[in-house]
């Protein structure tokens, strides 16, 4: 089956840097792809929708200028946190689909960062 | 390697009683997560299991088998807002999500 990459799977920064996490899709070619943070035992949250070549669609209460999404080819997209914050220490997950609104999403393992 | 199965998808009828079933293989395990999903929207959590047995959650129940690296999802009294995909996720021992490809379910009057 479909295969989505994460990189990192963790990473600890300090307070005020930034923070860069890789989605991938390896195996086809994600028209969309989506970025979720997770807290534990909770539903996942949708932060935002990204098309290849044009910019995010954000969810209401997410700050597009600190969370800097860029989905730059068909198999890529990342999520940089800017200035982050212990407060944005989480799970966050990507999901990618190929093609319409009906095809299926594939889930990436996840990225756990901790901000110290 | 690491891998999920989990049924493509399943038709029931409105009012009765369905189970999805979910096979695991991963390099430690630290859980196994039930969402649903309705089109266009994110996943819902339903449930985490990490000890062997069934837990009960008003219509929904999750049972688990570590030593048989199985799982499935218990749904009774069937209703319409039921259709959806259901997705089952083994977290491994880096705490890493393996993720199914998620069960289409499909409710018929």
């Known amino acids: 089956g479909a295969v989505v990459s994460q990189h990192p799977s963790w990473v600890i920064c300090k307070s005020g840097t930034s923070v860069k996490i890789e989605c991938r899709s390896l195996?086809?070619?994600?028209?969309?792809m989506f970025w979720y943070r997770q807290f534990p035992k909770q539903s996942l949250m949708l932060m935002a929708t990204s098309n290849e070549g044009s910019k995010a669609t954000y969810e209401q209460g997410v700050e597009k200028d600190k969370f800097l999404i860029n989905h730059a080819s068909l198999t890529l997209s990342t999520l940089t946190v800017t200035s982050a914050h212990p407060e944005d220490s989480s799970f966050y997950i990507c999901?990618?689909?190929?093609?319409?609104?009906?095809?299926?999403?594939?889930f990436g393992p996840g990225t756990r960062l901790l901000v110290l | 390697g690491q891998n999920i199965d989990q049924p493509t998808e399943m038709t029931a009828t409105e009012g009765a009683i369905v189970q999805i079933n979910c096979t695991y293989q991963t390099s430690g395990f630290n859980g196994l997560f039930w969402y649903q999903q309705h089109a266009g929207e994110a996943p819902t959590f339903l449930s985490y299991?990490?000890l062997d047995g069934l837990e009960e959650k008003g219509r929904f129940s999750s049972f688990l088998s570590r030593s048989k690296g199985y799982s499935y999802l218990l749904l009774k009294e069937l209703q319409m807002k039921d259709s959806a995909s259901y997705l089952c996720a083994a977290m491994d021992s880096n705490y890493q999500l393996i993720w199914g490809a998620g069960t289409k379910l499909i409710i018929k009057p």
């Open positions: 299991n990490v």
């Open positions: 999901s990618a689909r190929e093609g319409t609104a009906e095809e299926t999403q594939y």
């Open positions: 195996d086809f070619q994600a028209t969309t």
